[in-house]
């Protein structure tokens, strides 16, 4: 897993010296999948997380940033700072989704890797 981690952040390291800080998160995630690709990973964005509740599954709204299936959340942030519930989210969707480990990412910093968290549930 640390194997994988550290080519999503080069991934993510490279897309920021690329464009900076200041953009939408969209623009980052579009650009961080792309990278990844570029790297022979199987991505996916946007994924749907359901709530299972009471035996049923239902779709609350809560969307995964980007997903490498059965192995790694990535959540992507473009704000000021990260704040405790920016870990919380990540967290809840680890949970929810049944994955060991993921990473909160926020470009909107000077040098990347100051914004990058790495999670295990462990």
Not at 33 to 55: A, D, N, R, T
Not at 75 to 104: C, F, R
Request: charged letters at 20%; one cysteine or more; hydrophobic letters at 45%.
């Amino acid at each position: 897993m640390d194997a994988l981690t550290h080519k999503v952040i080069g991934c993510a390291i490279e897309v920021h010296s690329q464009l900076g800080p200041g953009l939408l998160e969209s623009t980052y995630e579009s650009c961080l999948i792309f990278e990844l690709k570029q790297q022979g990973l199987l991505v996916k964005s946007q994924v749907i997380l359901p709530i299972h509740y009471k035996g049923h599954s239902i779709d609350a709204g809560y969307r995964l940033d980007i997903l490498l299936p059965k192995t790694l959340i990535i959540e992507l942030k473009s704000v000021e700072k990260l704040l405790p519930i920016h870990s919380a989210q990540l967290l809840t969707y680890m949970k929810l989704a049944d994955i060991q480990t993921g990473l909160l990412i926020n470009f909107n910093v000077s040098k990347l890797v100051n914004g990058v968290k790495r999670f295990n549930l462990s």
